[in-house]
């Protein structure tokens, strides 16, 4: 009788036990413990008390690694994939000091995917029944526990960063949204439309028209290596600094390249580039001096459908430190000339037979529409290129500028 109420008691202890590591483990999580608290917890209330104290636990986090490790010699092997825990009868593994032998494999699964397994065993041989297989319901209680609390935690925390990285790319959409105009004031001499569509929430494309003085008007279109916040934010120094030098010394080409490309080199330090073309309008004389920084060749159609591509400049901004040569080019405007300007985004889209829009297309389209206004132009151009591609998806950012002198 006496015998009995022993094992009762030893018996309710344990339960008491289980209990308490339970919600122990649970209070950790609240508390939001690090992984390793944890991790900690989980060992102790299976080691210190139950006597289990071989463990292995592998997780899944878009590979297989080793989350813990008790009562093992030497180094265990990396796991890359799950059938290796499908060996039948006592599993073993080969660490640097030889096998490694466990009672049980406990699969801790999800939806029907492995989340973990768990290998348990003694570090002694013992007699009697094996406390892996006096406590397994627990133990697999425990490991699903800590399994999808520590799921749960790399969740929240991807989901946080995500949340962070949603933000921020909504910050720098605003601001590049800022920097691209949408709207153009009426001008004597030029009319002027623009569209601008990013591939992904943010690009790095870039476009403007601006008056210097009543005497020159300045036209602007860059794009930036890479996508993303930092191009914005580059293409946003790039913007300052280019209102700025043009409204400095509007007529010096080359000196207003060599300064852009060293404010370029100082702020993306040679990990990005730009490639920029800049024209300058003299209403008086109808002259248009241009440079191109390794740009796509805006277009100049005149009225009677010849049209020719603006290639004279030099390398993109940020590519070297002192650029090799420039060269800058002049244009005599005539009147109901158009001026396209543009990113790859357009030329470069492909078909669903990889064939390239290219600007020959391009360029038909422009001169059969001569004489018709900007938005015109535009829309057939942004058409035609939607048409083309089909199916396949956007190439880059798209960046179009379209200017019809008057």
């Known amino acids: 009788m006496a015998h009995s109420v022993q094992r009762l008691e030893q018996r309710l202890e344990v339960q008491d036990y289980k209990l308490s590591a339970l919600l122990e483990v649970t209070r950790g999580i609240n508390s939001r413990a690090t992984d390793q608290q944890l991790l900690e917890m989980y060992r102790e209330s299976l080691s210190e008390f139950l006597g289990i104290n071989r463990l292995v636990l592998y997780a899944f986090d878009e590979e297989w690694r080793c989350l813990l490790k008790t009562g093992v010699d030497g180094d265990i092997p990396e796991i890359t994939d799950a059938s290796f825990f499908d060996q039948e009868g006592r599993i073993s593994l080969n660490s ?30 013992g007699r009697g029944v094996s406390p892996v297989v006096k406590h397994l ?26 949340e962070a990285t949603r933000r921020e790319l909504e ?46 008007l300045v036209f602007c279109m860059a794009d930036v290596s890479g996508k993303g916040i930092a191009a914005a934010f580059l293409m946003s120094n790039f913007q300052a600094n280019v209102r700025a030098i ?12 060599m300064r852009l ?15 920029m073309f800049a024209g300058v309008y003299y209403r008086t004389t109808r002259e248009f001096r241009y440079v191109n920084c390794g740009h796509n060749p805006p277009v100049l159609t ?31 405007v005539q ?23 290219g600007m020959q297309r391009m360029e038909d389209i422009i001169c059969e529409r001569r004489g018709m206004p900007v938005t015109t132009i535009q829309a057939a151009l942004l058409d035609e290129v939607e048409t083309f591609r089909g199916d396949e998806p956007r190439f880059d950012d798209t960046a179009l500028l379209v200017a019809r002198f008057k």
Request: aromatic fraction near 8%.
């Open 171 to 216: 910050l720098a959409a605003d601001m590049q949204t800022l920097l691209v105009p949408t709207e153009w004031p009426a001008d004597t001499d030029v009319d002027v439309t623009a569209y601008y569509q990013p591939h992904h929430e943010v690009g790095g494309d870039y476009y403007d028209v601006f008056s210097v003085d009543e005497e020159r």
């Open 335 to 357: 009147r109901g000339s158009t001026l396209v300007c543009y990113t790859d985004g357009l030329v470069e889209q492909e078909n669903e037979e990889g064939i390239p829009f």
């Open 137 to 162: 319901n627990f133990i697999q209680t425990l490991t699903n526990v800590l399994v999808v609390a520590l799921q749960n935690k790399r969740l929240e925390e991807e989901r946080v960063i995500q």
């Open 96 to 125: 640097t000091k030889g096998v490694q032998q466990f009672d049980v494999v406990i699969p801790v699964t999800h939806d029907g995917l492995p989340l973990a397994y768990l290998l348990a065993g003694e570090t002694s041989e």
């Open 246 to 257: 043009f409204q400095y010394e509007p007529d010096d080409l080359e000196g207003t390249v």
């Open 261 to 275: 490309n060293k404010r370029v080199m100082e702020n993306a330090r040679g990990e990005k580039y730009i490639t």
């Open 302 to 332: 005149a009225a009677d459908g010849t049209s020719n591509q603006l290639m004279l400049g030099s390398v993109g901004l940020g590519m070297f430190h002192d650029i090799p040569s420039i060269e800058s080019g002049v244009e005599k």
